[in-house]
């Protein structure tokens, strides 16, 4: 078994895409030890199996990563499960028994018992470590047993939390049809996508009336998994201006995955799918379009228009619809205005939301992150420090790979308002007084858009409003000794 | 390779986290790659705790990989040391990174050349056993650690207290209901005077394990954990060890008269038999219930059980010979210990299952259709599937094992407990049965198709299909805020588009 660790010594390449060089910023980015606490990556079945419909997700691993799947979604194995583990004995690791001849028995038994569209690997760190060569499996497999198996590496060695969805949708890329290749013409698949998406149903005709409230522009795909009602918020929101989106990668079904051809216009709506980006730019010969993430009104607006300006649309009534969002959340903003936001870092949204929280009248000193990919998050970063110029506040200092200990003792340093942070964190924190918003709230709340910048701001100002009322009771510390970390 | 869903008991590195964090000022570090300190979460979510978890990872990554860990490892953990001057380092893999086989060992030493503290690698072979073998191991092997030390160092605390005293060992942090446990035992205790000399893991401090050999006695309330160390404590200094689970009125009973008889014979002179006696059928209620009406109700109704060792057990012998109910299988899943579990129910139930795989349980529920099942929270949910009510009594541990509310399981408290749980589990089955014979239970789609009742607004069926998502408990509101902005704004019919905007308008 040494010889896994010769191999991996010698195999060097890492796997992190690097879309690299630096454009000079203003920005102060420094890079800690990495001892912080996130989710595996794993996790992202969690969302993935639901939001595609049709999907088998199977995590090929150790008992590890079977009991944090179980801890981290609980709820969801009660219902019909559409995610497994493939666990990995001894006899997998020590390679006595036949890779292929076993992934085939449980491949075999999932499309006999559940018969999903499609089967998605997820590879762990132990498939990692002993080597196993799933993408070289995968495609003998698929024409054996005649089921599409997707291979996603989101392991923990490599990816953090929600990087997770962007190995899925990376490999999920691929597997988007051509224009040429479709088997229906064009115009009648797109219009399938659409109308799945918004849940018309039967009612393509609604939809074909609907073509001429478009401009005339090339196609666009928007990549990134949300709930569906978040998905049609989106979709109506560049509707209005005349903009149409052809597809969105995840669809609701993996049969329905939208027509990607080259020379398409394709955007993220997250900031952590930089790996699908570079794939649908380098395998797919698309253009990427990139954009603030459409996160609080200020990142909506900011989407909506650098959209529209690629498209060549001028985008309407953008102003007015901002200014009427931000006159809706007065009450909240009253509540942050001045205040300080910290975040420890964990799911990668963290410049999005900070930046919104900023223009919201909060200051922010520092932003923890798992992973920064300065290009495909380009434009959020310079929104960031426009936003800081135009509100008058320092720019936070941008830490990667955090290390939580050192966060804990700056956080008592700086007197900080609010910490967004990890599970392990928070009641730690509470417990010496420190308001604090579980950072997975944000990763799966419907935030995106327009209309839920409001729900963004019920979940922040929550713990100050709650801590707010226990103050007068004296309920503030609630440990003996004064904090030891 | 193995298909599977759902496990019952956790892989090793979280039994010897539980343990190692228990003790204070005892700090964990894991050999793992990022993703596996999920056990702070647990322990800071499940426990409510307000400290942070002692435990932290020394990050496999990429690097890592390519340049071996030692570097890191030895760094952690004296920055560690340093920071937070534990007592005692504990190192532990994880199964993942155990296949790196890397020296950990050797990583121990050379770190403990420069701390302040101990420093001990978890001795647990990783794929192997599972977290209650692997917490049982390294509970043995911290208590081993500190008692050789001790014996070095001359200062081992051999002689017996004057007065009996016990050692309560095998209460642990995410154990199901512990705390509860161990207050009431620690109560129990007391009030048959008997001194309580140490309680570990939780809350004990690795500096006072050379206090063990004084207790007169050691309990082990649990068949999961605390056994090995038990064992080895017996052999070393002789000392005696119950470990009869006092859960239920008889069982409570038998350990309290067998302490009896552990003390007696070592020059003591106790007779516990008034006390017991006034606890069953006076200060208990359990007795009482079982003799009341309501009990009588429930004779004769099938039940199954399953669970860990301890609970599964207690909880059989608890419905058959104090309640009267009849228990068609008792099943475990702790395999590895499987004998243990036979001889102790056997006759009590008609079958005995052991097995892990929590489809073969849910069928082998569903193919007895039990009145009511006491599982754990894998099982009530296989219940609600078959609205079959079930109480749970063991692990996987979930939020609701750690009430805010004293809730024991042991003792004569818990006792009244489990009499709750059991009533309480049976008649909810009777209450559904009712409910649904007289159509109680509300049903109905709130939202049904086209125009609501008294509405002049017709819903599309795009708006109708987006309000189906919203979740349940706000969709009537949101349903009313919209037709409301739908109204002022004489639209007659809701779209998906007059949603979202009557959403950005009111805020709905
Ligand atoms: S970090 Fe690696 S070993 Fe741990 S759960 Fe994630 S994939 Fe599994
Ligand atoms: S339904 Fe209840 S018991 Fe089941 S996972 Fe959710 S909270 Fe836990």
Redesign the interface.
């Known amino acids: 078994?040494?010889l896994?660790?010769l191999l991996?010594?010698l195999e060097?390449e890492?796997?992190i895409m690097t879309l690299a060089e630096t454009k000079p910023q203003a920005l102060d980015f420094e890079c800690e030890t990495?001892?912080y606490?996130?989710?595996?990556?794993?996790?992202c079945v969690a969302w993935l199996y639901q939001k595609i419909e049709d999907s088998f997700f199977l995590v090929?691993?150790?008992?590890?990563?079977?009991?944090?799947l179980?801890?981290?979604m609980g709820v969801m194995?009660?219902a019909e499960?559409r995610y497994?583990?493939?666990?990995?004995?001894?006899g997998?690791?020590s390679a006595k028994?036949n890779d292929y001849e076993?992934?085939k028995?449980?491949c075999v038994?999932?499309k006999r018992d559940r018969n999903p569209s499609v089967i998605v690997w997820i590879g762990?760190?132990?498939t990692e470590?002993?080597k196993m060569d799933l993408e070289g499996l995968a495609p003998r497999l698929e024409a054996e047993i005649d089921i599409p198996i997707v291979v996603a590496r989101a392991?923990?060695?490599?990816y953090?939390f929600t990087q997770g969805e962007d190995t899925v949708l990376a490999a999920m890329a691929h597997r988007c049809p051509k224009a040429e290749t479709a088997t229906e013409p064009e115009e009648k698949k797109e219009r399938n996508a659409i109308s799945s998406l918004?849940?018309?149903?039967k009612?393509k005709e609604e939809v074909t009336a609907e073509e001429s409230t478009y401009h005339d522009h090339e196609p666009l795909v928007l990549f990134g998994s949300l709930?569906?009602?978040v998905v049609?918020?989106l979709t109506?929101e560049l509707k209005k201006q005349g903009v149409k989106v052809s597809g969105w990668l995840p669809a609701k079904r993996f049969t329905e995955l939208p027509v990607i051809s080259e020379g398409y216009y394709v955007n993220g709506i997250n900031p952590f799918l930089s790996r699908t980006a570079t794939t649908l730019m380098r395998r797919k010969k698309c253009k990427l379009i990139g954009s603030p993430f459409p996160i609080g009104p200020d990142g909506t607006r900011a989407w909506v228009e650098k959209i529209c300006s690629v498209l060549g649309v001028e985008p309407q009534g953008l102003e007015e619809r901002e200014a009427?969002?931000w006159a809706?959340?007065e009450d909240y903003l009253e509540i942050i205005r001045g205040k300080s936001v910290f975040f420890m870092g964990d799911n990668l949204l963290e410049v999005s939301l900070a930046r919104f929280l900023i223009r919201c009248g909060m200051t922010c000193p520092e932003i923890g992150i798992p992973y920064m990919d300065k290009r495909y998050q380009g434009a959020e970063l310079k929104l960031l420090e426009q936003t800081c110029h135009e509100m008058g506040v320092p720019l936070p200092r941008i830490v990667e790979k955090p290390d939580n200990?050192n966060q804990?003792q700056r956080i008592y340093k700086e007197n900080v308002d609010l910490v967004i942070t990890?599970?392990?964190?928070?009641?730690?924190l509470e417990?010496r007084g420190i308001n604090t918003k579980w950072s997975v709230e944000f990763t799966f709340a419907q935030m995106h858009g327009?209309?839920n910048a409001?729900d963004i701001l019920e979940l922040v100002t929550r713990p100050m409003r709650r801590n707010n009322s226990l103050k007068d009771l004296g309920w503030d510390k609630?440990?003996k000794e004064e904090a030891?970390? | 390779m193995k298909l599977a869903y759902w496990m019952y008991a956790g892989p090793a590195h979280i039994g010897t986290l539980r343990v190692a964090s228990s003790f204070k000022n005892v700090h964990g570090i894991m050999h793992a790659p990022l993703g596996d300190d999920y056990f702070n979460v647990m322990r800071s979510m499940l426990e409510r705790e307000r400290d942070f978890t002692p435990v932290t990872a020394s990050v496999v990554d990429r690097h890592v990989l390519a340049r071996g860990s030692q570097e890191k490892v030895v760094d952690n953990i004296t920055r560690k040391d340093a920071e937070e001057n534990p007592d005692l380092i504990v190192l532990t893999p994880t199964c993942t990174s155990s296949i790196l086989q890397e020296d950990l060992e050797n990583f121990v030493e050379r770190a403990s050349l420069s701390t302040e503290g101990d420093v001990l690698l978890a001795d647990v072979n990783h794929y192997r056993v599972n977290e209650l073998q692997a917490a049982d191991r390294t509970l043995d092997q911290i208590v081993q650690f500190y008692i050789e030390k001790a014996r070095k160092q001359g200062d081992l605390l051999e002689a017996k207290t004057e007065q009996p005293s016990v050692n309560i060992i095998g209460m642990s942090t995410l154990g199901f209901h512990n705390q509860h446990d161990c207050t009431e035992l620690k109560r129990l205790m007391t009030d048959l005077g008997i001194q309580v000399n140490e309680v570990i893991p939780e809350g004990a401090s690795v500096h006072n394990l050379k206090r063990l050999p004084q207790a007169w006695f050691n309990l082990v309330p649990y068949r999961e954990l605390g056994h090995m160390a038990a064992k080895y404590l017996e052999q070393e200094f002789g000392t005696p060890f119950v470990d009869i689970t006092p859960m239920g009125v008889v069982e409570t009973a038998r350990c309290i008269r067998r302490i009896q008889q552990v003390l007696n014979e070592q020059g003591a002179d106790v007779n516990y038999e008034a006390f017991i006696e006034e606890q069953t059928l006076h200060v208990s209620q359990a007795a009482w219930f079982s003799r009341s009406i309501d009990c009588q109700n429930l004779t004769g109704k099938k039940a199954v059980v399953y669970g860990d060792n301890t609970h599964a057990a207690a909880m059989t012998k608890i419905l058959s010979r104090e309640m009267g109910i009849h228990v068609v299988w008792a099943g475990t899943y702790c395999k590895y210990d499987q004998d243990w579990f036979r001889q102790e129910v056997s006759e009590y139930c008609d079958e005995v299952i052991i097995n892990e795989d929590h489809g073969a349980i849910g069928d082998a529920i569903a193919r007895v259709e039990p009145s009511a099942i006491f599982g754990t929270q894998m099982e009530r949910h296989v219940g609600k599937r078959l609205n079959i009510p079930c109480g749970v009594i063991a692990a996987p541990i979930h939020i609701q094992d750690f009430p805010i509310g004293y809730k024991p399981f042991l003792g004569y408290e818990g006792t009244n407990q489990l009499a709750d749980l059991v009533y309480n589990s049976f008649t909810l089955g009777m209450e559904d049965h009712l409910l649904e014979i007289f159509g109680g239970h509300d049903t109905k789609e709130v939202i049904t198709k086209g125009i609501s009742a008294d509405s002049d607004l017709a819903w599309a069926n795009d708006g109708l299909s987006e309000l189906n998502k919203i979740p349940g408990f706000v969709r009537g509101k949101v349903k009313r805020n919209t037709e409301k902005f739908a109204r002022e704004r004489g639209f007659v019919e809701i779209t998906a588009e007059i949603l979202y905007a009557a959403k950005e308008s009111v805020g709905a």
């Open positions: 078994m040494r896994f660790y991996l010594i060097k890492i796997e990495g001892n606490h996130t989710f595996c990556p794993i996790s090929i691993g150790t008992k590890t990563c079977g009991y944090f179980q801890n981290a194995i009660f499960p497994a583990m493939a666990e990995l004995e001894e997998d690791i028994l076993e992934l028995r449980l038994q999932i762990t760190c132990t470590i002993i392991n923990g060695l490599d953090a918004l849940n018309f149903g009612q709930p569906d009602p049609t918020q109506l009427k969002i809706n959340m200990y804990v990890g599970m392990a964190h928070a009641n730690p417990a327009f209309a409001r609630l440990v030891k970390v």
